[in-house]
């Protein structure tokens, strides 16, 4: 991330910051699989990877993912006092490149083997899509002076878009249009040696209601060969 700041006045600052490269994310962990079926329900399953003709135990899964560029720009203004304001107001605006969020790819071992029944199952690697799309966001709020040296507020707001279209909605992550207002106050104490700071903020999200018609989120299940499930035609 690099950014550049100015200040033209005295009492105007402008600032940008960016990072205009995704970060690819390659985790690991490992994985623990529990039978569903009528025949293997409540059994766990020990996972293979093949090396050449062998299978050998083998536990470890990935999930990759990009996280997303950003950018931001935002202005500020200041009203009078030395050596801080009696008051300021910022406005922010900020991109993030959410697009690059098509899928999460899971990658697992090869087989799944219930070892007192001698059942192996064929694992594939996932690809859960997303389509996520960029967003966009303006940030509003100010600092004011209520008692010099002693007490100030602090009042904002912010607008965001929705990354994820409606037909991608699920519960894992929900960043819909949302809307966010904020407060807050910030006591000085012992003649400036300590602070107390009091704030909140409540966030108002988009509802959603997603029919069949219109959901493209297909359940995916380790060893089905398919998803679990079709979007209706039409």
């Known amino acids: 991330t690099a950014g550049v700041w100015y200040r033209p006045r005295p009492f105007l600052e402008l600032a940008a910051a960016g990072r205009l490269l995704s970060i690819p994310i390659d985790s690991e962990g490992t994985i623990k699989l529990t ?7 409540g059994r766990t399953l020990t996972t293979y990877r093949r090396q050449g003709d062998e299978l050998v135990p083998d536990d470890r899964a ?5 996280y997303a560029p950003s950018a931001r720009l935002g202005v500020r203004y200041l009203h009078g006092g030395q050596p801080r304001p009696r008051f300021d107001v910022e406005l922010d605006l900020a991109w993030e490149g959410w697009s690059v969020m098509q899928a999460y790819h899971f990658r697992t071992p090869d087989v799944a083997r219930v070892e007192d ?17 960029d967003t966009w966001s303006v940030r509003l709020g100010g600092d004011v002076t209520l008692i010099p040296g002693r007490l100030e507020g602090r009042l904002g707001g912010f607008y965001e878009s929705a990354a994820v279209p409606l037909s991608r909605t699920f519960l894992d992550f929900l960043p819909f249009d ?3 207002l904020g407060g807050g106050l910030s006591l000085s104490l012992l003649d400036g040696g300590a602070q107390l700071d009091l704030s909140y903020v409540h966030v108002f999200n ?3 209601a997603v029919s069949e018609a219109e959901g493209e989120m297909l359940q995916q299940r380790p060893g089905a060969g398919r998803p679990a499930g079709r979007r209706p035609a039409g």
């Open 62 to 66: 990935g999930l990759d993912l990009d």
């Open 178 to 180: 949302r809307l966010g």
């Open 206 to 208: 988009e509802p959603r």
């Open 117 to 133: 029944l001698k059942i192996d199952v064929a694992l594939t690697d996932l690809d859960v899509i997303r389509d996520w799309q």
């Open 35 to 41: 039978g569903q079926g009528d025949i293997v329900r």
